[in-house]
T-cell receptor, first 112, second 117 residues
């Protein structure tokens, strides 16, 4: 079993829809949770960074962490064609542990 | 966010030759950098952790003699693919963590696409 599970998709939704992306994990030691966006042939771009449980909002993006369920989510409101990319969840254990564990990535397409 | 650069962005080399890829943190110092490999439509695979002033730490299954890593300064790490073969063709990405208060945020370079003919 992988430490981090993420549905690879592909996921295709119409422009303006609310997108929900999710990851589950098995290691309860994970405390820091990140979402990256990766366009084709580019390096990943950090979107959201969350510590422990709770919600964090940044513009059209909301990250949620539920440590009791070992489940994290990224919501994209008013989705745009420019949001079409692969979204990777990543997590790490504690402040001093810098190595990230990644999900497989979900390929998202927003259709105009 | 912080900026990490990579050079070159794309390289084509012949089988048997060596290729060096540079990773630089442009606006912060990084005592640690990470090197990843990514195959098409797959996630990132961590190859090694580059440590400034000491030897790199390689992940299981990664040949340290083939993928030479040198962390020459607080802003530069290099990955050299030695005696490259077509199966080494891949997208190589580096990353560096930066601390801000109690958080560590990790930023990625734009990647280097290596093609071995």
């Amino acid at each position: 079993q992988k430490e981090v599970e993420q549905d690879p998709g592909p996921l295709s939704v119409p422009e303006g829809a609310i997108v929900s992306l999710n990851c589950t994990y098995s290691n309860s030691a994970f405390q820091y949770f990140m979402w990256y966006r990766q366009y084709s042939r580019k390096g990943p771009e950090l979107l959201m960074y969350t510590y422990s449980s709770g919600n964090k909002e940044d513009g059209r993006f909301t990250a949620q962490v539920d440590k009791s369920s070992k489940y994290i989510s990224l919501f994209i409101r008013d989705s745009q064609p420019s949001d079409s990319a692969t979204y990777l969840c990543a997590m790490r254990r504690f402040q001093g542990a810098q190595k990230l564990v990644f999900g497989q990535g979900t390929r998202l397409t927003i259709n105009p | 966010g912080a900026v990490v650069s990579q050079h070159p962005s794309r390289v084509i080399c012949k089988s048997g030759t060596s290729v060096k890829i540079e990773c630089r943190s442009l606006d912060f110092q990084a005592t640690t950098m990470f090197w990843y490999r990514q195959f098409p439509k797959q996630s990132l695979m961590l190859m090694a952790t580059s440590n400034e002033g000491s030897k790199a730490t390689y992940e299981q299954g990664v040949e340290k003699d083939k993928f030479l890593i040198n962390h020459a300064s607080l802003t530069l790490s290099t990955l050299t693919v030695t005696s490259a073969h077509p199966e080494d063709s891949s997208f190589y990405i580096c990353s560096a963590p930066t601390s801000s208060g109690v958080t560590y945020e990790q930023y990625f370079g734009p990647g280097t696409r290596l093609t071995v003919t």
